[in-house]
């Protein structure tokens, strides 16, 4: 073989290429990330949350980020739990 011919592996090896839909993702999960960092440094205001039993005083941008952020993995829990059921079916 020579330097310039690639392997039979290399070949027959399918390329792996970003499309419009993944690179559309990115983008706007970087537009939303860009928001959310707006809004947690607009949003300063201290507040006190009360939560079985927990006091705790926080920046409102930060705790609102904080529930967002329990919500969105109690929605991937759902929704993995979802698609492991219908795998075992």
């Keep these: 073989m020579t330097a310039t011919d690639p392997t039979p592996a290399a070949r027959t090896a399918p390329r792996r290429r970003g499309g419009f839909a993944s690179k559309l993702a990115l983008i706007v999960a970087l537009v939303f990330t860009i928001a ?4 947690v440094l607009q949003n ?10 927990w006091n705790f005083g926080l920046p409102q941008g930060v705790w609102l980020l904080g529930a967002a952020a329990v919500g969105a993995v109690i929605t991937l829990a759902a929704s993995a739990a979802l698609r492991v059921r219908r795998a075992a079916r």
Excluded: A
């Design 36 to 39: 959310l960092v707006i809004f």
């Design 44 to 53: 300063t205001v201290h507040e006190n949350v009360n939560f079985i039993g």
